[in-house]
C-alpha cells in the first residue's frame, strides 16, 4: 500500500487500491438516490472494500465480475476468510452490496449484463417487467419486488411449459399465497 493510501484504515486502502476504485463515488451516489441511511451505505462500502481485497489477491480483471464471481467469493471466500480486520463479513449484508456493485458497473458499461433467461417464465416475466415499466411508471426497486413474486406463481403454475395467463384460476393464485405464507412470519398487528 503507498504512503498516500496508507493514511486509509486497511479496508479503505484495499478498495481505493483496486479496480473498483474509480466506481466507489458512484456506487455511494447509487446508494444515496435509493435513500439508503448512511450507516448501510458505510456498511456497504466497507463490504465492497472487502470484495475488492479478496479480487485483487485473485487477480480478477474488473470486467469479469458478474453473479458467479460473486457466488464463488460469499460460498467459497466467506466461510473461510481469514482477512486481516477491520473486514466485513457478514454474509446478508455482502450479498446486498455485492448486487448493488453490480449494478452501478452495468450502468457503467464496465461489465455486461447478465443473459436472459429463455424459459417461457423468463419470457413472461420480461413481458411484465417492460409493461410495469413503461405503461405503469413502477420504480426498479418495486418492480423487482413484484417480478420475484411473480416468478414464484409462475412456476408453481407452469414449470417449463408455455404461460396462458388466462388460465391461472382464482384458487391457483389462493394456493400459491398460502404456500408462500409458510415462509413468512405471521402479521402481528394488533
Given at each position: 500500500?503507498?504512503?498516500?493510501?496508507?493514511?486509509?484504515?486497511?479496508?479503505?486502502?484495499?478498495?481505493?487500491?483496486?479496480?473498483?476504485?474509480?466506481?466507489?463515488?458512484?456506487?455511494?451516489?447509487?446508494?444515496?438516490?435509493?435513500?439508503?441511511?448512511?450507516?448501510?451505505?458505510?456498511?456497504?462500502?466497507?463490504?465492497?472494500?472487502?470484495?475488492?481485497?479478496?479480487?485483487?489477491?485473485?487477480?480478477?480483471?474488473?470486467?469479469?465480475?458478474?453473479?458467479?464471481?460473486?457466488?464463488?467469493?460469499?460460498?467459497?471466500?466467506?466461510?473461510?476468510?481469514?482477512?486481516?480486520?477491520?473486514?466485513?463479513?457478514?454474509?446478508?449484508?455482502?450479498?446486498?452490496?455485492?448486487?448493488?456493485?453490480?449494478?452501478?458497473?452495468?450502468?457503467?458499461?464496465?461489465?455486461?449484463?447478465?443473459?436472459?433467461?429463455?424459459?417461457?417464465?423468463?419470457?413472461?416475466?420480461?413481458?411484465?417487467?417492460?409493461?410495469?415499466?413503461?405503461?405503469?411508471?413502477?420504480?426498479?426497486?418495486?418492480?423487482?419486488?413484484?417480478?420475484?413474486?411473480?416468478?414464484?406463481?409462475?412456476?408453481?403454475?407452469?414449470?417449463?411449459?408455455?404461460?396462458?395467463?388466462?388460465?391461472?384460476?382464482?384458487?391457483?393464485?389462493?394456493?400459491f399465497l398460502v404456500s408462500q405464507s409458510k415462509f413468512r412470519p405471521?402479521?402481528?398487528?394488533?
Amino acid at each position: 500500500m503507498n504512503s498516500a493510501r496508507g493514511l486509509h484504515h486497511r479496508p479503505t486502502g484495499w478498495l481505493l487500491d483496486s479496480q473498483l476504485a474509480p466506481y466507489v463515488d458512484a456506487f455511494k451516489l447509487h446508494l444515496a438516490e435509493g435513500c439508503y441511511a448512511s450507516s448501510t451505505a458505510g456498511t456497504y462500502v466497507a463490504c465492497i472494500a472487502h470484495f475488492a481485497h479478496w479480487s485483487t489477491l485473485r487477480q480478477l480483471d474488473i470486467h469479469q465480475l458478474n453473479e458467479a464471481v460473486i457466488k464463488e467469493f460469499l460460498d467459497g471466500h466467506l466461510p473461510c476468510c481469514d482477512c486481516a480486520w477491520p473486514v466485513h463479513r457478514v454474509r446478508v449484508d455482502l450479498r446486498a452490496a455485492l448486487g448493488h456493485l453490480l449494478v452501478v458497473l452495468r450502468a457503467n458499461a464496465v461489465i455486461a449484463e447478465p443473459p436472459l433467461g429463455t424459459t417461457p417464465v423468463d419470457i413472461e416475466l420480461r413481458r411484465f417487467d417492460d409493461h410495469m415499466n413503461h405503461v405503469c411508471g413502477l420504480a426498479p426497486k418495486t418492480r423487482s419486488q413484484y417480478l420475484r413474486i411473480v416468478r414464484g406463481l409462475l412456476i408453481q403454475q407452469f414449470a417449463n411449459r408455455t404461460v396462458t395467463i388466462p388460465s391461472i384460476e382464482p384458487d391457483d393464485v389462493r394456493r400459491f399465497l398460502v404456500s408462500q405464507s409458510k415462509f413468512r412470519p405471521p402479521d402481528l398487528r394488533i
